[in-house]
């Protein structure tokens, strides 16, 4: 018997909505701890990595393939929103790995010096690192939370309307 596709896209809905109190709880959580340990690093990433989860695997399985079809509008819009939340998301990473680099080759998520400062170890360039990672993570909210509206607002108009 072949899955309808309200049901399917019902799924999604679920599935996209659900990764939003992923993302909030890792950014309150990793915002409100100190000192950022190996394991409050990994506390923070489980809930980061199953926001994104649940948000690509539906993008990537049943909204990307679907596409082409039905190309124009709010689908446009919606996938113009998405591509750039996920271009933010990437530019992010940019400073997120070279932060890592430097806390991990001194240690810090085990053996935290309180007295150290980021900017300290990782040169001149670390206040770029961080702006970066700041800019790609605001950068990836705002644009997921307006596709996340436009995908909805498309749910809506197609499968309840």
Same mark, same amino acid.
């Given at each position: 018997?072949?899955v309808?596709?309200?049901?399917?896209?019902?799924?999604?809905?679920?599935?996209?909505?659900? =990764?939003?109190?992923?993302?909030?709880?890792?950014?309150?959580?990793?915002?409100?701890?100190?000192? $950022?340990?190996?394991?409050?690093?990994? /506390? /923070?990433?489980?809930?980061?990595?199953?926001?994104?989860?649940?948000?690509?695997?539906?993008?990537l399985?049943?909204?990307?393939?679907?596409?082409?079809?039905?190309?124009?509008?709010?689908?446009?819009?919606?996938?113009?929103?998405?591509?750039?939340?996920?271009?933010?998301?990437?530019?992010?990473?940019? @400073?997120?790995?070279?932060?890592?680099?430097?806390?991990?080759? /001194?240690?810090?998520?085990?053996?935290?010096?309180?007295?150290?400062?980021?900017?300290?170890?990782?040169?001149?360039?670390?206040? /770029?690192?961080r =702006? *970066?990672l *700041?800019? @790609? $993570?605001?950068?990836?909210?705002?644009?997921?939370?307006?596709?996340?509206?436009?995908?909805v $607002? *498309?749910?809506?108009? *197609?499968?309840?309307?």
């Amino acid at each position: 018997m072949p899955v309808s596709d309200a049901l399917v896209a019902t799924i999604v809905f679920v599935a996209v909505t659900a =990764s939003l109190p992923c993302f909030l709880y890792g950014a309150y959580y990793i915002i409100e701890t100190e000192p $950022v340990t190996w394991g409050v690093l990994m /506390h /923070h990433l489980k809930f980061v990595v199953t926001g994104l989860v649940l948000t690509t695997v539906p993008m990537l399985v049943w909204m990307v393939p679907r596409l082409p079809d039905q190309f124009g509008g709010l689908s446009a819009l919606h996938a113009v929103l998405g591509l750039q939340a996920y271009a933010m998301l990437l530019f992010g990473m940019t @400073g997120i790995v070279r932060i890592f680099k430097a806390k991990y080759e /001194h240690d810090l998520y085990e053996e935290y010096d309180q007295e150290l400062l980021l900017d300290e170890i990782g040169g001149d360039r670390m206040d /770029h690192w961080r =702006s *970066r990672l *700041r800019i @790609g $993570v605001f950068g990836y909210v705002i644009f997921w939370l307006l596709a996340y509206v436009v995908g909805v $607002v *498309r749910y809506v108009i *197609r499968y309840l309307v």
